[in-house]
């Protein structure tokens, strides 16, 4: 076991197992035998967690803290369409109603999540990672369009990277990350031929909770890739 590794008996929690990344990753750490609790979250669960009932995230969090401490977090929840609202592709498809949603699933939920679960972490190993997505790099724009996902995850990204600064503070050893999972077959990435050219789920969740466990609090605040490639912010 190296030294970054995540002990053995690790709790595990997956926020959004309902989802394609989500639920496979949550399978992967179920069948782990050094796991020796994973939970799963979703607004179907019990407790229930939902982005749009601020007060589910306090008191999912509140519900699950006898079960921890937790060495393993991971925020899977995320939004790109919905409805058949599509990304919008320039600027006169912009609108409060699509922003706001946008940034709820992807944005406000998860800064609560680290809000209210980053106290849930073991204080001497843990990894909390939030999935965003290389397309939230604003440094690595260079297509444009997709305005409400890209601006959401970077702000996204802004929080994980504001937040880590706080926690070396508290929790030293807590890794906090943004973790990019690459394009995954999945209902998310359907309509833009993600059943063609994105990767199984399984494979996409065992990549990245490999690159997860590989991570030690020098790593804290880093923006990162499913094969543990370091992203440009």
């Known amino acids: 076991m190296s030294p970054a590794s995540l002990p053995d008996g690790y709790r595990a929690l997956v926020i959004g197992a309902s989802g394609a990344i989500g ?6 750490l179920g069948a782990d035998g050094r796991c020796g609790l994973a939970l799963g979250l979703h607004r179907q669960s019990r407790p229930a967690i939902n982005f749009d009932d601020e007060a589910s995230i306090a008191l999912a969090a509140a519900a699950l803290a006898p079960q921890g401490p937790f060495h393993l977090i991971v925020n899977a929840a995320g939004l790109l369409h919905r409805d058949g609202v599509m990304p919008e592709k320039k600027l006169g498809d912009l609108g409060y109603a ?7 699933a992807n944005t406000f939920g998860p800064a609560l999540v680290l809000r209210h679960f980053s106290p849930l972490l073991d204080r001497q190993r843990a990894v909390l990672a939030l999935l965003s997505a290389k397309v939230g790099s604003i440094g690595d724009n260079r297509l444009g369009g997709w305005y409400g996902y890209r601006a959401s995850k970077a702000a996204l990204n802004m929080l994980v990277k504001t937040a880590a600064i706080e926690l070396r503070r508290t929790q030293p050893q807590a890794v906090l990350v943004a973790l ?11 309509p833009f031929k993600g059943d063609q050219i994105g990767r199984a789920p399984d494979l996409a969740a065992a990549q990245m909770l490999q690159v997860l466990e590989r991570l030690g609090p020098a790593d804290s605040g880093t923006f990162v890739a499913y094969d543990g490639q370091r992203l440009p912010w």
Not at 180 to 190: D, E, F, I, M, Q
């Open 23 to 28: 639920a496979a990753m949550l399978q992967h």
């Open 98 to 104: 699509q922003l706001e949603a946008t940034f709820r």
């Open 180 to 190: 990019h999972p690459g394009t995954v077959a999945s209902g998310l990435s359907r």
